[in-house]
Each structure stands twice: as structure tokens, then as C-alpha cells.
């Protein structure tokens, strides 16, 4: 069964920049699209950005594209996410999922395994 486990949050002022690492045991990722989530104080968890298996493509919510970057090392079993421009409205847990299929890539109900979520709080 594989685990998920993020790291590479913490405090950051706006204009900075962040790199998140989601680290998997237990089982290959290399078959998988994965994703990045984030979700702030009473709010629901959103879309960020995700990857396919083999990182042809990616995507992103337009509240990042141009500022993020997904990407994913098979070998090491580990996908990122590099935040550069950081703003006050990026602070939230950020989730690393895997995808286990659907019509949507943006639903987190079409994904089975989580990790436990890494805070980003970015200081304005």
C-alpha cells in the first residue's frame, strides 16, 4: 500500500518562493497521474496543479499557471512543486493525491491516496 508524505512548506514573504516534495513508499507512482491540492481555514480543498505518468503534460489552475511548476522524478518516486511568486492567497495545506481515474482531474473525489498536507503561509 503506498504512503504518501509531503514536505518543504513553511514561512515565507510574498514574492518568495517555495519547493514542495511529496515522497512515496510502499508502492511505484510511475503509473499515476498525480496532483497537487491546497486547502485554507474554511475553505474546500482545491485543485492546484497535476502531471501525467510520464510528465507529457501538466496542468494548473489559473490562480498559478505562470507562477507554479509541477513536475515528478519516477526513479525517485517523488513529485514537486516549485511556487515562485508567492502570494498571501497561496497560504493553505498543500496536498499531494493520486489519481485513480474519473472525468475530472479536478475533483479530489476521483483520487484514493493522500499525504498528510505540508502548511505554506505566505506573510504579505
Known amino acids: 500500500q503506498v504512503q504518501l508524505v509531503e514536505s518543504g512548506g513553511g514561512l515565507v514573504q510574498a514574492g518568495g518562493s517555495l519547493r514542495l516534495s511529496c515522497a512515496a513508499s510502499g508502492r511505484a507512482l510511475s503509473g499515476y497521474f498525480m496532483a497537487w491540492f491546497r486547502q485554507a481555514p474554511g475553505k474546500e480543498r482545491d485543485f492546484v496543479a497535476a502531471?501525467?505518468?510520464?510528465?507529457?503534460?501538466?496542468n494548473y489552475a489559473d490562480s498559478v499557471k505562470g507562477r507554479f511548476t509541477i513536475s515528478r522524478d519516477n526513479a525517485k518516486n517523488t513529485v514537486y512543486l516549485q511556487m515562485n511568486v508567492l502570494k498571501p492567497g497561496d497560504t493553505a495545506v498543500y496536498f499531494c493525491?493520486?489519481?485513480?481515474?474519473?472525468?475530472?482531474?479536478?475533483?479530489?473525489?476521483?483520487?484514493?491516496?493522500w499525504g498528510q498536507g505540508t502548511q505554506v503561509t505566505v506573510s504579505s
Open positions: 493525491a493520486r489519481f485513480r481515474g474519473g472525468s475530472s482531474l479536478y475533483d479530489p473525489q476521483n483520487y484514493d491516496v
Open positions: 502531471i501525467t505518468s510520464s510528465s507529457s503534460s501538466t
